[in-house]
Every structure is written in C-alpha cells, then in structure tokens.
C-alpha cells in the first residue's frame, strides 16, 4: 500500500515537473522572441541608415586620379561608413542601362560627372546632421553639390523611430507578462508541497535548510526550460535562414548570443526568486492556514 502511495506521489510529482518546466520553457521562447524582434530591428534600422546615400557631385574638370585621392580622404571622417567612386564613364554606363540610350550620342560628349556615393553611420543618417555634413563636404576642392533625398530620410527616421517605441513597449508587457506566468508556475508547484515545508518546520529545520532544495530545483528547471526555449528558437532561426539567408544581415551572432544569454538569465533569476517568495510565504503560514488555500 505505502509503495502504490509512494509510486503515485513520485509520479505526481514527476508531472508537476514536467508541466512547470515546459510552460517555463514556452514564456522563455515568447521572451526570446521578443529580444530577437528588439534587436533585430535596431540592426534592421542601423541597416537602412547606413544604406541611405549622399551623393558628392564633382567638377567636371577633376582627373580620375584627383577624385580617387579626395574620395580616400573623406573616406577617413568619422561619420562615413563607406565611400565609393563612380567616375564619368561608370556613371554613362548605369545612365545607359536606366534610359535604354546612350545620351552621350545625342549631346555628343558625355553628360555625366564623376560622383562619390557615400554611405553615413546610423547615428549621422538625419537631416540635421547631413545638413552640418554637406556644409563641411563642399569645403573640398572640385565638389559642386551635396545631392540627398531629405524627404526620404526624413520618412524613414519617423517610421523606424514609430517601429523602434512599438518593440520596445511590446518587450516591457511581455517581461511583465512573462514574469506573472512564471511566478504562477512557480507557485502552484511549491503549494503541492506546502504540507512538507511545514512538516520540516516541525522538527525544528530552519527556514535556510528547507529553502536550498526549492532553490537548488529551481536554478536546475531554469537552466533545462532556458535550453528547450533555445533549441525551439534555434530551428526556428535555422528555418528562417534556410529560407532567407540574407537574414544574417540583421540577425547575426551577436543578436543570437545576446537572446541566448538573456534567456538563460532571466530563466534562472526568475524562477529561483518566485521560489525564494513562494516558499517564504508558505513558511509564514500557521498549520490552519494551509488547509484554507
């Protein structure tokens, strides 16, 4: 009889286990979510910054050579990522193969000047800096005219500023979130056991002793719920790629390292302290009390 009653107790508990430690794992994988979102589309955001260009229209009356060497020194200023050359005869030939014609037939000498396209750092891609940059580009010997889309730049800062507030709202509701079914978890787990914390205060075992098991099983479902979440997350970012391998763009090893280790973290932290609370409650409670929850 005792060893039927000690098989459905260990089986009992088994499941608890079990259930605390897969719906742990689903919070963790919808935080990972969230993380991946949040920086992946600040990469995202930095990404088409950095791909704005600003066009640098030189003299027509500047060499190859002389363009090259001002292009390697503007190429030097701390907020260029890239600069890149197109001379005269590169620049006829997108003309041709965007007009279906060579121009240079028609006007009998080639219309196009000799251009640096340049690429700005995400923190300088706004009008007010751009604006502070072309004044100082057009100091330079040979550069008639500093040509940008403002009204593009301007779009696209106000959509990525909305998108950007959007995530960043959704990641603190989720944590908020995520943290209220972890703890409910957490709770419901400690309160099957309730009756053997108060036994073990009856045989006079402090509060210490009977918290380091509950701490030590915590800290170990944190840890394997963080694991499921990541190998969930993991064939979902391996599908992604499979299908769009240009998504290591903005979903690179960094962003991924980053979400391993938040969800590790915050796996371990929170379940280790909703069973430090959940366990310091049920000490709290009089013999009575237990059988009135």
Known sequence: MNKKRNKASSS???LQVATLCISTAMVLILLGMVVLTVFTGLNLSSYVKENLTVTMVLSPDMSDQEAQ????LVEQQPYIAKANFVSKEEALKEGTKELGADPSEFAGENPFTAEIELQLKANYANNDSIKNISSQLKTYNGVTDIDYKQDLIDTVNNTLGKIGLVLIILA???TIVSFSL???????????RRFSIHTMKLVGASWGFIRKPFLKRSVLLGLLSAFIALVVLGI???ALWVYEPDITIV????VMTITACVV????VVITLFCTYFSV??????????LYKI
């Open 172 to 174: 603190a509701l989720l």
């Open 280 to 289: 310091n409650k049920f000490l709290k409670m009089k013999a009575g009390d």
């Open 251 to 254: 979903l690179n090893w960094e």
């Open 182 to 192: 972890i703890n409910n978890s957490v709770r419901l787990s400690v309160y099957a």
């Open 69 to 72: 060497r001002l292009c390697g």
């Open 236 to 238: 979902g970012m391996y």
């Open 264 to 267: 590790i973290v915050f796996g």
């Open 12 to 14: 009992k508990q088994r």
